[in-house]
Antibody, heavy 122, light 106 residues
Framework: LQLQESGPGLVKPSETLSLTCAVS??????????WGWVRQPPGKALEWIGT???????YYNPSLKTRVTLSVDTSKNQFSLKLRSVTAADTAVYHC???????????????WGQGTLVSVSS | DIQMTQSPSSVSASLGDRVTITCRAS??????LAWYQQKPGKAPRLLIY???TLHSEVPSRFSGRGSGTDFTLTISSLQPEDLATYYC????????FGGGTKVEMK
């Protein structure tokens, strides 16, 4: 299984960050899988953004909930992230990952994309 | 929200040393915990899930223990390739990561 993030590496403040994660070597539609986004600001820890199931159901980090939308396109075997009204604090490496289901909207991340750096700057 | 607290934030050790990292959950999470290793510029790598189960191809010098709120990751004999930052993550409800522990050479 391979995951690959794509999207702009530079976004202006107040605009919308949009990324897509293409999944290959397997299907998004597995019953035991969630799919998620994790980000890491430079020099800082990992931060969960949100999780989506192939049906389109989602759960978001409460601290980002008002600005985040995840979506899934099973026909293209990919899922996407939109983060609105970005500021410099949203500058980070963004990873997509597969979550093998465990608890409530949770799981361990056994497959990761390599990550893509998104900088927020005018 | 479940908070995850790791300690120490960094540890210096010599090759061959035993290294132990602690992760504490703000509420009980049974055995729903994962550990990751991350090297600079790379994606995290899953080491252990369900608190004690070694992921595939992870060397046996790594081990995990704990349940409830207190968990540990131990490297029994530190190797050069183990120099990295380690994160815990609760898999009980939603997703929360610990703050990370950087393992450095003494």
């Amino acid at each position: 299984l391979q995951l690959q993030e794509s999207g702009p590496g530079l976004v202006k403040p107040s605009e919308t960050l949009s990324l897509t994660c293409a999944v290959s070597g397997g299907s998004l539609s597995g019953n035991n899988d969630y799919w998620g986004w994790v980000r890491q600001p430079p020099g800082k820890a990992l931060e969960w953004i949100g999780t989506i199931y192939y049906s389109g159901s989602t759960y978001y980090n409460p601290s980002l909930k008002t600005r985040v939308t995840l979506s899934v396109d099973t026909s293209k075997n990919q899922f996407s992230l939109k983060l609105r009204s970005v500021t410099a604090a949203d500058t980070a490496v963004y990873h997509c990952a597969r979550l093998f289901v465990r608890g409530f909207w949770s799981g361990f991340c056994d497959y990761w994309g390599q990550g893509t750096l998104v900088s927020v700057s005018s | 929200d479940i908070q995850m607290t790791q300690s120490p934030s960094s540890v210096s050790a010599s090759l061959g040393d035993r290294v132990t990292i602690t992760c504490r959950a703000s509420q009980g999470i049974a055995g729903w915990l994962a550990w990751y290793q991350q090297k600079p510029g790379k994606a995290p790598r899953l080491l252990i899930y369900d608190a004690t189960t070694l992921h595939s191809e992870v060397p046996s010098r790594f081990s995990g223990r704990g349940s409830g709120t207190d968990f540990t990751l131990t490297i029994s004999s530190l190797q050069p390739e183990d120099l990295a930052t380690y994160y815990c993550q609760q898999t009980y409800s939603l997703v929360t990561f610990g703050g990370g522990t950087k393992v450095e050479m003494k």
